[in-house]
């Protein structure tokens, strides 16, 4: 990386691909193999100068990535606007929440099957200002954020850890998202028409309980959605039986 001072993309992906995470258990761990990899990544992210032009960084299926190295990859928050941790399932929230308070920059945010939740929800919506302090209750409370102002993408799928009030603060905040992603995850009808944005392009609320109704409220809003991806939404394939007919009858009449 000396060498090669232009460099502005570093990926580390490992293929977890093939393996879906809520459906298997862990009887053995092993990292030795992964420990060469931890070593370089260390010693590039402390030799600050190497850094200074990264702004995407991917480090999709890490399973060896802990919060010690999430807090000494804070070195790379003057420009990093691209952060990639998905599948990375041995990092916790306080360690995303602090990665994410240090990056001001970021528009873009791939955590999905990870422990994101609240504490990243209010160091993403408060510019970092609470910290470890987490209010009991939001109430009416919306925190400014310049940080959401500019993020375009957010993929969160699988993120079991985002309560209703967390979820609800998150989505009534980013409303400059162009891709927005919700599979797997607890959003409620409410929580998702918080989200007054119109730059959509693409969605994903598959494998969640959304209504037709909430779902059409999206789409109204941003008519530039080019994906939509609903699949496995029990609550969009129900019978209305006293009307006599199904609910994709209702979403052409909603959408119309």
Do not use: W
Not at 79 to 98: E, F, Q
Not at 149 to 168: N, P, W, Y
Not at 191 to 212: K, N, P, Y
């Amino acid at each position: 990386m000396q060498k090669c001072p232009l460099i502005d993309e570093v990926d580390f992906t490992v293929d977890i691909s093939p393996v879906l995470q809520t459906k298997v258990s862990v009887i053995s761990v092993s990292t030795e193999r992964c420990k060469a990899s931890g070593i370089v990544l260390h010693s590039a992210v402390k030799e600050r100068s190497m850094l200074s032009s990264i702004t995407k960084l991917t480090l999709e299926g890490r399973t060896d990535i802990d919060d010690v190295d999430l807090s000494v990859l804070a070195a790379l928050s003057d420009t990093l606007s691209y952060i990639n941790l998905n599948g990375c399932s041995s990092v916790t929230d306080l360690a995303i929440s602090n990665l994410i308070s240090k990056c001001m920059n970021l528009q873009s945010i791939i955590v999905s099957d990870t422990s994101f939740g609240r504490y990243s929800i209010l160091a993403l919506c408060s510019d970092g200002q609470y910290g470890k302090e987490v209010p009991e209750m939001y109430g009416d409370h919306k925190p400014s954020s310049k940080m959401t102002f500019g993020l375009q993408k957010l993929h969160i799928d699988g993120c079991k850890g985002v309560d209703h009030a967390s979820m609800h603060l998150l989505m009534s905040t980013v409303n400059m998202l162009k891709s927005l992603s919700l599979r797997g995850t607890l959003i409620t009808d409410d929580a998702l028409c918080a989200f007054l944005g119109s730059s959509l392009e693409r969605l994903d609320v598959s494998e969640t309980m959304i209504s037709v109704m909430a779902l059409a409220c999206i789409i109204r809003r941003n008519t530039g959605l080019r994906i939509i991806r609903a699949r496995d939404c029990k609550a969009l394939h129900c019978i209305d039986a006293s009307e006599g007919h199904d609910e994709s009858d209702t979403v052409a009449s909603v959408l119309s």
